[in-house]
């Protein structure tokens, strides 16, 4: 082979060399910047709920077994339905407003914020109890967050006709904590409202009365008496009906992205408003859009409070973190099969 015809072969390879460098260089330009599926499903979910004035709050979606657990939750904004246009109070329509990702209990040391006075329970007796996460119930069609009260009704017809026991939290807690003289009633079930939507007094309360079933609410003392949500007097009703009023924060607040002076005043004074005016203890914390962090955990062992309940899914167990105690989110869009599927079918 010639001098020139080595030449021409180098260069000939050498300009393959750099288009495919090229092609390759624009194949990775378009990944980039072309959004998945899964980004456009995001955004759409983002983009549809901004239109919607009025917000709430949702955890994950689970799917029908709580063994089964999706990566990301969706959270929404409960801010208050104040209107300044008109004398109308919008009923609360919580909606999904935007994608948050779960809480990273991974960073957190849990034996580091057990609560004080808590014995850690043995792996050989093992307490898994569900805890039912609800939201808002009055009619909107298409909301995850919100349960039709025909469907809470339903609901809490099969749990009665299928020796199911909804249960205070007192008693929640002593079967947690297995105190002795305190025997499992038949299928405990424990249910929680979050956020304290005024349909709670209107529609939930009067559906659990005719079953005697109790309830625990987390609500936001901060937003008492704001549109669409239960004022004092009502809150006052539920606990009457048998229902343990417990903090959820004062204002709903993402806890992780305040200080930790902020913090501190948001979980205790929620605490000591419900406690002053309701008469009872409140030391039993719900994480609004089921975030925490470090701070968040140290603020409720230094301040006393026994436990925590998160929107991570599953079953709650004894052998969770005090602090971390899971729950099933209810979709109100959900049908009457994929709720029984979320519930242990024995003790
Ligand atoms: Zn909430």
Same mark, same amino acid.
């Given at each position: ?168 939290? !007192?008693?929640?807690?002593? @079967? *947690? &904590?297995? +105190?002795? $003289?305190?025997? %499992? ?82 979980? !205790?004074?929620?605490?000591? @408003? *419900? &406690?002053? +005016?309701? $008469?009872?203890? %409140? ?65």
């Amino acid at each position: 082979m010639n001098v020139r015809r080595k030449r021409f072969l180098f260069y000939t390879v050498l300009a393959g060399l750099f288009t495919l460098l090229f092609l390759f260089f624009i194949s990775g330009l378009n990944s980039s910047t072309a959004p998945t599926l899964i980004e456009v499903q995001a955004e759409e979910l983002i983009q549809s709920s901004v239109s919607t004035p009025v917000p709430a709050e949702v955890s994950s979606l689970p799917p029908d077994k709580p063994e089964q657990l999706l990566p990301a939750q969706v959270d929404t904004i409960p801010t208050a339905t104040s209107s300044d246009q008109s004398d109308v109070i919008p009923a609360p329509t919580p909606s999904v407003q935007e994608l948050t990702a779960p809480p990273q209990p991974t960073s957190v040391t849990v034996d580091t914020y057990m609560p004080n006075g808590v014995v850690t329970p043995s792996a050989s007796s093992k307490v898994s109890i569900p805890v039912l996460n609800y939201h808002s119930v009055t009619m909107d069609p298409g909301n995850v967050v919100v349960i039709s009260p025909a469907k809470l009704e339903a609901q809490m017809k099969y749990l009665h006709d299928h020796g199911y026991t909804p249960i205070s939290l !007192t008693t929640f807690i002593n @079967l *947690i &904590e297995k +105190k002795s $003289g305190h025997a %499992a009633p038949d299928k405990p079930v424990l249910l929680t409202f979050d956020d304290g939507y005024v349909d709670n007094v209107e529609e939930a309360m009067p559906i659990l009365a005719k079953y005697n079933f109790p309830a625990t609410l987390f609500m936001s003392p901060g937003m008492v008496e704001d549109a669409g949500y239960l004022n004092w007097e009502q809150v006052k009703q539920l606990q009457q009906a048998g229902w343990d009023i417990q903090p959820h924060g004062m204002t709903h607040p993402h806890l992780p992205k305040l200080s930790a002076a902020q913090q501190v005043y948001e979980i !205790t004074e929620a605490r000591k @408003l *419900i &406690e002053e +005016k309701l $008469g009872t203890q %409140a030391d039993v914390f719900c994480y609004p859009y089921g975030e925490y962090n470090e701070t968040t955990l140290k603020v409720l062992k230094d301040h006393g409070f026994r436990y925590a309940f998160t929107i991570d899914q599953g079953y709650t167990t004894n052998q969770q973190s005090p602090y971390l105690l899971k729950r099933l989110f209810i979709n109100g869009e959900e049908s009457l099969k994929a709720f029984i599927n979320k519930l242990p079918k024995s003790n």
